[in-house]
Nanobody, 116 residues
């Protein structure tokens, strides 16, 4: 059973920063891709950033230059560093792991609210 546990969400003012963490119960190299998604109220879940096992990281156009996905292989943790946050970044953020059989695993989500 794979478990993904997110942390680091909260309330932040516009222009501020947050770092989300995703602790994975298995080596992250067991997965083809690690990623972060988000879902705002009334909207579909969308990809924010992806980190393939091998290859380049990729980002949604809306967050390029502001968000950075990274990983700590030794500690089975994936991070999302978010800077210059905007109110439209407000959403529940989910960690995702996709394995070689294209099976997706999800965390429980962490709320990020950007508001003054």
């Amino acid at each position: 059973q794979v478990q993904l546990v997110e942390s680091g969400g909260g309330l932040v003012q516009p222009g501020g920063s947050l770092r989300l963490s995703c602790a994975v119960s298995r080596t992250i190299f067991a997965f083809d891709v690690m990623g972060w998604y988000r879902q705002a109220p009334g909207k579909q879940r969308e990809l924010v950033a992806g980190y393939p096992r091998y290859g380049s990281r990729n980002y949604a156009e809306a967050v390029k230059g502001r968000f950075t996905i990274s990983r700590d292989v030794a500690n089975n943790t994936v991070y999302l560093q978010m800077s210059s946050l905007k109110p439209e970044d407000t959403a529940v953020y989910y960690c995702n792991a996709r394995d070689i059989n294209s099976l997706n695993y999800w965390g429980q989500g962490t709320q990020v609210t950007v508001s003054s």
